[in-house]
């Protein structure tokens, strides 16, 4: 009934409008104009685009810049396919894929449409699986040349998106977009995270990648993301196309609005701490407490920093001396990106690794993590190494966080 109301209110608002335009007409002594005719569909051709893909797809592939350039419209275009095509050579991409979907809307008046395309990468010796996004391109000249690459209703990963700047290492690869962040200050900080992460977790052959994009709008466009869910984040380990599912390679994205501003220990930290949820491929896990994934990234990357209580939880110490101690343990919406008391939540978590380390040591800490991640239960898992329920573990966070509150770091 409600779906046969709204398009009535449709069919009247159009009758409406057509009653109004038929009134002015005949008020006009204007002699009657036929409209442009805009593009028809004839114009698209969706094989000679995907031929037009299938010859980027060959170019990028034998690392031929000039041949891929070749295919764009226009001169930005074709400087694009050539950064494209650069990137992806410095990356040492493999599985390179893009297959034409479907168009998207109608044609524009110059014969020029635009179409979704599935693509498909993998950075060669740092994935054992594809990535894979839907991102618009845009056609010209019938389908034979290519207007544009990325924006619009798809995604626009980092390696898509034109210049960029890229260093590749035995174990680290930074993908930084026109060169919006230092090249070199982001390689030595991962691979110093990289470190610091196989302290505590041992040497598991794992490797890290990590990717600027050129701004906060251009972190959600890669990501599929709407604008605004990331603005205040400094950095975010996810998918490296976004869909965090098992299996997928991940990938730590750097907001360059927020990263940037931050001092060198800050950002040192923010880099441990996602490259920990990147090597422990924690995005892609299922039914595991926030807090234990934020609170075991936190651990690692505050372990050796021997920073005073003041700055490590100076948010949750000053939100316990006036409200009390929480009721229990962060939940997801209080670790939520766009939660008003982000930062204590994320200290609250903190202390609570620090709690359990305190009881039992960093090692029954590292097997309760890995355990959960491996889909044990976190009440089992918690009484075997720990000796403790969720309530006991709440309990001791409660005297924790009253004791540190008390000292005040």
């Known amino acids: 009934m409600r779906s046969a109301l709204a398009d009535r209110t449709r069919w009247l608002a159009a009758a409406t409008l057509l009653a109004v335009a038929a009134l002015t007409g005949c008020q006009s002594e204007e002699p009657y104009v036929a409209p442009t005719p805009s593009a028809s569909s004839d114009a698209v051709a969706p094989s000679v685009a995907a031929g037009t893909l299938d010859q980027l797809e060959r170019a990028l592939r034998r690392g031929d810049a000039d041949a891929a350039a070749d295919l764009g419209a226009d001169g930005p275009t074709q400087a694009t396919l050539r ?9 040492d991409l493999t599985d390179l894929t893009f297959g034409y979907v479907t168009e998207n809307g109608r044609v524009a008046p110059d014969g020029t449409w635009t179409a979704t395309v599935a693509t498909t990468w993998r950075i060669s010796g740092f994935a054992d699986t594809s990535a894979r996004a839907e991102v618009e391109f845009a056609f010209a000249e019938g389908g034979a040349r290519i207007g544009a690459v990325g924006g619009g209703v798809g995604r626009t990963p980092v390696w898509l998106s034109g210049a960029t700047t890229v260093r590749r290492t035995s174990d680290v690869v930074v993908l930084v977009a026109k060169d919006v962040l230092p090249l070199r200050a982001l390689v030595a900080q991962a691979e110093q995270a990289l470190t610091v992460a196989r302290r505590v977790l041992g ?4 490797r890290l990648v990590i990717e600027v994009p050129a701004s906060s709008a251009a972190l959600h466009a890669a990501l599929g993301l709407e604008p605004g869910t990331y603005d205040a984040v400094a950095a975010v380990t996810t998918a490296a196309d976004g869909e965090n599912v098992p299996g997928r390679p991940v990938h730590v994205f750097v907001n360059p609005e927020v990263f940037g501003p931050l001092g060198p220990l800050a950002q040192q930290v923010v880099m441990t701490h996602e490259a920990v949820h990147a090597l422990t ?3 892609t896990t299922s039914g595991v407490e926030p807090w234990l994934l934020e609170c075991f990234a936190d651990y690692v990357a505050l372990r050796d920093v021997g920073l005073p209580l003041s700055r490590t939880a100076g948010q949750i110490i000053a939100q316990v001396r006036t409200e009390g101690v929480p009721a229990q343990l962060p939940s997801r919406a209080d670790l939520d990106s766009t939660a008003q008391h982000l930062g204590a939540a ?3 978590a903190w202390l609570v690794c620090v709690t359990l380390v ?3 040591g ?3 800490l590292v097997a309760l993590y890995d355990a959960v991640l491996g889909g044990a239960d976190l009440e089992v898992e918690l009484r075997r190494r720990f000796g403790w329920t969720v309530d006991d573990l709440t309990r001791a966070w409660q005297d924790k966080l009253s004791s540190v509150s008390a000292v005040g770091g």
Do not use: V, W
Not at 83 to 91: K, N, Q, R, W
């Open 281 to 283: 491929a924690a995005p």
């Open 203 to 206: 040497d598991r052959g794992q």
């Open 362 to 364: 960093e090692e029954a």
């Open 358 to 360: 305190e009881h039992r």
């Open 346 to 348: 994320y200290e609250a």
């Open 83 to 91: 950064s494209i095509a650069e990137t992806a050579a410095a990356l």
